[in-house]
Structure formats: structure tokens, C-alpha cells
T-cell receptor
């Protein structure tokens, strides 16, 4: 059974710092990996999707990498801003459109 | 309306009530999903629909009954729920090729359900 783990569970950093969020998964037979952002009490906003054949994707200040063989992905956020404060969720698709989610990392950027 | 919309945004119901959650996607997608997000647990997939046909039921109790009348609308009918069913229910959609799950899923804002 696929398990997705995100470390750390919570992270607090000063504004302007670069930071890395980690995601690991136990079964490397995935179709893709998706990073989401969730604001308190709200739905999910898709940030980046990496297909299993890709190594990384970039969008603005965000860069996500995927190492399928080791079961790891990282989300790099450059020059963090208070508006980046949210919970970041990692999810893998493992057949039949089934997204398996991690618990998330709750990120706080302090002004 | 754009993206994926869900109504109502908040719902409080008793254990003997019957209610329905509604989801509508304005993206022209062919697949729709229901997810459950409980406190302190990862998001869980409940149901998957492709071209209005249910292709996945993730061992969901029968007190949750989905309905997909067309590719743009998805309902979740609720009856005789339990307090532990209180959660955020999220709907999503995607454009899929042969149900492989290669494409991005787009989520609605969710319905916050409280069962008394």
C-alpha cells in the first residue's frame, strides 16, 4: 500500500529565506506527483505536476523535483513571502487516477 | 463561474437527516472526484467518475451515495451519517486519457460538513 510522508509537519521561517519541503513515498510505481497548497478552511490549489518521466518542474519562485527511484520529491520555494504561508500537500497518482496524499507541511513565513 | 464550484460551503445536519452536496466543474473535464479531509488525517479519495461512469469506490460506506448525471455535475447524497463523518468534502475534476491519471486535478473550495 502506497504511503506518502511529508517532513517537517510544520515549518516557520523569516521572510526572504529560501526553503525546501520534503515528500517521500514508499512505492515508486507512480504515474505522476502533484504539489498543492491549501489555505485554512479552503480547497486545494494545484502548484506543480511532475510526470513520472520528468525530473523537475518550475513555476515562478517554485521548483519541484522528483527522484522516482528513491521515492522522493522536494518543493523549493525561493525568496519566501508572508503570502506563502499555507499548508503544502504532496500527492502521488498510482494508477486509476487515485491520488494518495501526505499529511502536509504547515508553513509560516514571518514578516 | 470558473473552475470547480461546490455548494453549500457549510452544512450542519443531524444523524437522521438527508442532504446532498453539489459540485460543478466549468473546465470541460471528463473526470470528477470526491475526497474527504478529516482532522489530522490525509485527504482520502472516495469516488472517481469518468464520462459519468463510476470507476472507483474506495470502500466508502453506503450512507454516502454519489451521483453523476453528466460530465459537469457531481452530487454526494448523505443519509444517516455519524458524527465521525464530519469533515471537509472536496470535489475535483481532471481531463483524463483512458483513466491513467496523468493530468492535473483541480479542486473546488469544499463543503465543511458537521454531523450532530
Amino acid at each position: 500500500k502506497q504511503e506518502v510522508t511529508q517532513i517537517p509537519a510544520a515549518l516557520s521561517v523569516p521572510e526572504g529565506e529560501n526553503l525546501v519541503l520534503n515528500c517521500s513515498f514508499t512505492d515508486s510505481a507512480i504515474y505522476n506527483l502533484q504539489w498543492f497548497r491549501q489555505d485554512p478552511g479552503k480547497g486545494l490549489t494545484s502548484l506543480l505536476l511532475i510526470q513520472s518521466s520528468q525530473r523537475e518542474q518550475t513555476s515562478g519562485r517554485l521548483n519541484a523535483s522528483l527522484d522516482k527511484s528513491s521515492g522522493r520529491s522536494t518543493l523549493y520555494i525561493a525568496a519566501s513571502q508572508p503570502g506563502d504561508s499555507a499548508t503544502y500537500l504532496c500527492a502521488v497518482v498510482q494508477g486509476a487516477q487515485k491520488l494518495v496524499f501526505g499529511q502536509g507541511t504547515r508553513l509560516t513565513i514571518n514578516p | 463561474e470558473t473552475g470547480v464550484t461546490q455548494t453549500p460551503r457549510h452544512l450542519v445536519m443531524g444523524m437522521t437527516n438527508k442532504k446532498s452536496l453539489k459540485c460543478e466543474q466549468h473546465l470541460g473535464h471528463n473526470a470528477m472526484y470526491w475526497y474527504k479531509q478529516s482532522a489530522k488525517k490525509p485527504l482520502e479519495l472516495m469516488f472517481v467518475y469518468n464520462f459519468k461512469e463510476q470507476t472507483e469506490n474506495n470502500s466508502v460506506p453506503s450512507r454516502f451515495s454519489p451521483e453523476c448525471p453528466n460530465s459537469s455535475h457531481l452530487f454526494l447524497h448523505l443519509h444517516t451519517l455519524q458524527p465521525e463523518d464530519s469533515a471537509l468534502y472536496l470535489c475535483a475534476s481532471s481531463q483524463e486519457v483512458v483513466g491513467l491519471g496523468l493530468n492535473e486535478q483541480f479542486f473546488g473550495p469544499g463543503t465543511r460538513l458537521t454531523v450532530l
